[in-house]
């Protein structure tokens, strides 16, 4: 029997952590998509500083801009703060504990974290829906304020997909498996 036909072929696990892999890599992009938000404010910013400098003439809705680009830039990073568990912690009450007892703990964070992505979702789902029916502009552009929900929905069901990889991959480590995902890195483990 030759080497090859030993190995062990790819299955349910291949395949999830294939899977997972694609939805990390979605998260990362999504991520950086948002750092190209803030660096395009902090563009619009320091362009609308410097006309207001120099020639008295700045950009008139740098203000509205501002408000409308964080609020989304803020949901894009919420997923791959999941992800790689950059979310705010307390590791003082978690440093002496086993790893199980850590393990423990990060399902039981990844549990709230699919739970609080799911109302965030559904509330902010309610607010798409009324300022749908009730149309609302900024002052200066006339920009609708329903246009933010489309890509703060998507950051959302992106932040409950990556709390169902941590809530899985907690499962993993206290089954003593390895994670899918890097805690620290968000990069699939290969």
């Known amino acids: 029997m030759s080497q090859e036909a030993s190995a062990p072929q790819p299955g349910a696990t291949g395949l999830a952590a294939r899977i997972v892999m694609i939805l990390a890599a979605a ?66 009450f978690t440093e002496g504990m086993s790893a199980p007892a850590k393990a423990a703990m990060a ?45 703060i929905l998507f950051s959302l069901f992106l932040l409950f997909v990556a709390a169902l990889v941590t809530l899985v991959d907690g499962v993993r480590v206290m089954r003593k498996q390895e994670p899918y995902v890097h805690p620290f890195t968000g990069q699939p483990i290969e």
């Open 27 to 92: 998260i990362r992009y999504w991520a950086l998509l948002g750092g190209l938000l803030i660096t395009a404010l902090a563009l619009l910013t320091t362009y609308s500083a410097l006309a207001k400098l120099l020639f008295d003439a700045p950009f008139a809705a740098d203000y509205e801009l501002a408000k409308y680009m964080t609020a989304i830039a803020i949901f894009t990073f919420l997923p791959y703060c999941q992800l790689t568990g950059a979310n705010v912690t307390v590791d003082i």
């Open 107 to 151: 399902m039981f964070s990844a549990l709230f974290a699919v739970a609080f992505s799911i109302l965030l979702l559904r509330q902010m789902y309610f607010g798409f829906q009324s300022y749908m029916r009730f149309t609302e502009v900024t002052p200066v552009l006339k920009l609708p304020i329903w246009t933010a929900f489309p890509p």
